[in-house]
T-cell receptor
Framework: GIQVEQSPPDLILQEGANSTLRCNFS?????LQWFHQNPWGQLINLFY???GTKQNGRLSATTVATERYSLLYISSSQTTDSGVYFC??????????FGTGTRLQVTL | EAEVAQSPRYKITEKSQAVAFWCDPI?????LYWYRQILGQGPELLVQ????????DSQLPKDRFSAERLKGVDSTLKIQPAELGDSAMYLC????????????FGAGTRLSVL
């Protein structure tokens, strides 16, 4: 099946800093989503981005499908951004395959 | 905004007992998924429905797990008997279409087996 790798595994930022999270995948994709999992376990949709670039407030994402990677940018980080960020995608199957996640901690 | 509803939010049970989780997808969503997330890992698919039909249950431990979606709307996931290793978050998701579509997740059921 499709392989998904995320980096870095852990990230500690001071409030106000910017960061880039990376997702590499092994095959062509039909669907790629970025999620934020909050401390209560809820998976919150951030972006649906099988290709191209999207922005939503302080967050933006870019997927370069031909080179098999996606990036999530967080600008001016806030403590509420803390949690785990997952990249998840589908290839020929319709089930989402999740990466191992990036655990982000934003400190004051 | 429409949401995927799950209940209960938390469940504590003893091993060898039976447990059941319920999921109500976003109205009109034909595809429903059950995922299991072990602490420190990403979610993994257990079973996928298209309407009332199972599309993929290859990762469902069928000796103890069962899932149904009788009327093609809400769904129940059952474990009988529960084992210590079943402690995890159980997440339900739904999407409008089968392939390449956005999946929306519920808040999950956190199961602890003692």
């Amino acid at each position: 099946g499709i392989q998904v790798e995320q980096s870095p595994p852990d990230l500690i930022l001071q409030e106000g800093a910017n960061s880039t999270l990376r997702c590499n995948f092994s095959d062509s994709v039909n669907n790629l989503q970025w999620f934020h999992q909050n401390p209560w376990g809820q998976l919150i949709n951030l972006f649906y981005i099988p290709s191209g670039t999207k922005q939503n407030g302080r967050l933006s994402a870019t997927t370069v499908a031909t080179e098999r990677y996606s990036l999530l940018y967080i600008s001016s980080s806030q403590t509420t951004d803390s949690g785990v960020y997952f990249c998840a995608l589908t290839g020929t199957a319709s089930k989402l395959t999740f990466g191992t996640g990036t655990r982000l901690q934003v400190t004051l | 905004e429409a949401e995927v509803a799950q209940s209960p939010r938390y469940k504590i049970t003893e091993k060898s007992q039976a447990v059941a989780f319920w999921c109500d997808p976003i109205s009109g969503h034909a595809t429903l998924y059950w995922y299991r997330q072990i602490l420190g890992q990403g979610p993994e698919l257990l079973v996928q429905f298209q309407d009332e039909s199972v599309v993929d249950d290859s990762q469902l431990p069928k000796d103890r797990f069962s899932a149904e979606r009788l009327k093609g709307v809400d769904s129940t996931l059952k474990i009988q008997p529960a084992e210590l290793g079943d402690s995890a978050m159980y997440l339900c998701a739904s999407s409008l279409e089968l392939r390449g579509d956005i999946q929306y997740f519920g808040a999950g059921t956190r199961l602890s087996v003692l």
